[in-house]
T-cell receptor, first 110, second 113 residues
Framework: QKEVEQNSGPLSVPEGAIASLNCTYS??????FFWYRQYSGKSPELIMS????GDKEDGRFTAQLNKASQYVSLLIRDSQPSDSATYLC??????????FGKGTSLLVTP | EAGVAQSPRYKIIEKRQSVAFWCNPI?????LYWYQQILGQGPKLLIQ????????DSQLPKDRFSAERLKGVDSTLKIQPAKLEDSAVYLC???????????FGSGTRLTVV
């Protein structure tokens, strides 16, 4: 059984702080890694993808991947109340559908 | 580009009734997925199509769920008969290739009473 584990939270951070979201996965041959944001009552929205070890930055978001430790993280800098949502980690292997974690609920307080 | 279209948005049925959901993926996207998302959980794959062929349906409860993708474009997901535990949001997604991130549709919220 391929597992994707996330702390369900809620993770509460003050406005302007850095939010750090973590994810571990069990399938060592996983090749693609994604972070989705899901607002309450809405469908998931892709915000970041990463395929190689290291960091990938896009605006206020940084994804980090460590395949040796089977660990993916998402950093959100200068967190805003509009970032309050559930963040889903998804892991994929060549040709096959993504396996999602349960998500981490993030609350950014003004 | 137009997004992934799903209908209906909401559906309430009684247990043992049947229901069908429809999905139209982004034009040109060969891969189509149906996911089930129960409240408080992450999406769980039900079935993956590549064009009009099934790639993975290992988690589809085949005694009650069925899905098809005619002509490699639109897809329908059917539940017959529905159970209370089928209450969930059914998400359709598509991608150019499985390695790409998905675009999800707005989902169908099913309530079985």
């Amino acid at each position: 059984q391929k597992e994707v584990e996330q702390n369900s939270g809620p993770l509460s951070v003050p406005e302007g702080a850095i939010a750090s979201l973590n994810c571990t996965y069990s399938d060592r041959v996983s090749q693609s890694f994604f972070w989705y944001r899901q607002y309450s009552g809405k469908s998931p929205e892709l915000i970041m993808s990463i395929y190689s070890n290291g960091d990938k930055e896009d605006g206020r978001f940084t994804a980090q991947l460590n395949k040796a430790s089977q660990y993916v993280s998402l950093l959100i800098r200068d967190s805003q109340p509009s970032d309050s949502a559930t963040y889903l980690c998804a892991v994929g292997n060549s040709g096959y559908a993504l396996n999602f974690g349960k998500g981490t609920s993030l609350l950014v307080t003004p | 580009e137009a997004g992934v279209a799903q209908s209906p948005r909401y559906k309430i049925i009684e247990k043992r009734q049947s229901v069908a959901f429809w999905c139209n993926p982004i034009s040109g996207h060969a891969t189509l997925y149906w996911y089930q998302q129960i409240l408080g959980q992450g999406p769980k794959l039900l079935i993956q199509f590549q064009n009009n062929g099934v790639v993975d349906d290992s988690q589809l409860p085949k005694d009650r769920f069925s899905a098809e993708r005619l002509k490699g474009v639109d897809s329908t997901l059917k539940i017959q008969p529905a159970k209370l535990e089928d209450s969930a949001v059914y998400l359709c997604a598509s991608s150019l290739q499985p390695r790409d991130g998905y675009t999800f549709g707005s989902g169908t919220r099913l309530t079985v009473v």
